[in-house]
């Protein structure tokens, strides 16, 4: 007879699982990535067709927040999650399931992170800005997750995970080096690399709005939305001073393209907000920075916002940096 002890006990399962969950979230954290290049190339387009950054910022935030609104009103489940982040920041604190109202303002990041892309890009590039959000990016990701901002508490140091932030640094420079030799152009990747910091701020307090709001991806729409209303909300007011100081911008150009950003934003951060739950804000972030770089490597090829070469370097560090994610993401894998 065979008893239940000769038995395997243990499956694979859950591990394979988990570990395919591990593949998408890093695929979606590319995807993510390609998204943030193309929407620095159109709104930093549209900031330079408009003499003001701030309103093509603005202009890419109402368009993003407009879909949203859309959804939400069309897909009762969102509203749902929408309400229930209201109710939570609304209850007194009880412990871990919490939610604190200054968790709720990550859109002002992702209203800044859009901000400088309308000013700087068509000045200093797609790949210069790239390469200044990503060094904020890929150092404040370690202490975001260690300091536990993300729906996942708190990520320890590993040596890979440092070595892998290094490498993802020495890839950005490497990537750029041929390019950095303007001082004004590297004084204003000043602007976007306080935007990386941001970002990664932002895809931690986002990824707990979307666990507080549902565990399922209506959460991570809901997320979206209050990113977009917060940022749309900040940039209006910034707005509002800007032409009372600058005065109007010039007359909306007829491209269509130029206005695709808000779509581009509403995608990638309710996609962040998801994904963050499954890899943790470093892992997401360096699956960025991968993204980041391949994308502005073809936009410098096919679609450049200046006359700026693709050369060996800028290749060499794009493939160092898809090193600095494997190597980055090994210790969630072997969890």
């Known amino acids: 007879m065979t008893t239940t002890a000769s038995r395997p006990i243990r499956s694979d399962r859950p591990v394979r699982s988990t570990q395919r969950h591990q593949v998408i979230g890093l695929t979606a954290a590319f995807g993510i990535g390609t998204l943030v290049a193309v929407q620095s190339r159109v709104n930093g387009e549209l900031g330079a067709r408009l003499g003001d950054g701030v309103a093509a910022a603005l202009i890419s935030f109402v368009s993003g927040l407009v879909i949203l609104l859309a959804v939400w009103a069309m897909v009762p489940q969102i509203r749902r999650s929408v309400g229930q982040v209201w109710q939570t920041v609304r209850r007194p604190s009880d412990g871990q399931g919490s939610l604190r109202w200054w968790q709720c303002i990550g859109g002002l990041a992702g209203a800044y992170l859009v901000a400088t892309q309308s000013i700087t890009v068509a000045v200093i590039g797609v790949a210069v800005f790239t390469v200044a959000v990503v060094a904020g990016q890929a150092v404040s990701s370690l202490v975001v997750d260690r300091l536990g901002f993300g729906p996942a508490g708190p990520q320890p140091y590993t040596p890979l995970r440092v070595f892998g932030a290094l490498l993802a640094l020495v890839a950005v420079v490497l990537a750029v080096s041929d390019r950095l030799n303007h001082p004004s152009g590297l004084l204003l990747a000043v602007l976007p690399a306080l935007a990386g910091v941001g970002t990664a701020v932002q895809q931690a307090i986002n990824g707990r709005v979307a666990h507080t709001a549902s565990p399922d991806a209506y959460g991570a729409v809901a997320a979206?939305?209050?990113?977009?209303?917060?940022?749309?909300?900040?940039?209006?007011?910034?707005?509002?001073?800007?032409?009372?100081?600058?005065?109007?911008?010039?007359?909306?150009?007829?491209?269509?393209?130029?206005?695709?950003?808000?779509?581009?934003?509403?995608?990638?951060?309710?996609?962040?907000?998801?994904?963050?739950?499954?890899?943790?804000?470093?892992?997401?972030?360096?699956?960025?920075?991968?993204?980041?770089?391949?994308?502005?490597?073809?936009?410098?090829?096919?679609?450049?916002?200046?006359?700026?070469?693709?050369?060996?370097?800028?290749v060499a560090g794009t493939l160092l940096a898809l090193v600095a994610v494997v190597i980055a993401s090994i210790p969630n894998l072997r969890r």
Do not use: K, M
């Open 224 to 314: 979206g939305l209050i990113n977009f209303l917060v940022g749309t909300t900040a940039l209006l007011l910034v707005f509002v001073v800007d032409l009372i100081v600058r005065g109007a911008p010039h007359s909306l150009p007829t491209e269509p393209w130029l206005y695709v950003g808000g779509a581009c934003g509403v995608i990638f951060i309710s996609a962040a907000a998801a994904v963050v739950r499954v890899v943790g804000v470093f892992v997401l972030g360096l699956g960025t920075i991968a993204g980041q770089l391949i994308a502005s490597l073809f936009i410098d090829l096919f679609l450049p916002a200046s006359d700026q070469a693709v050369t060996l370097p800028v």
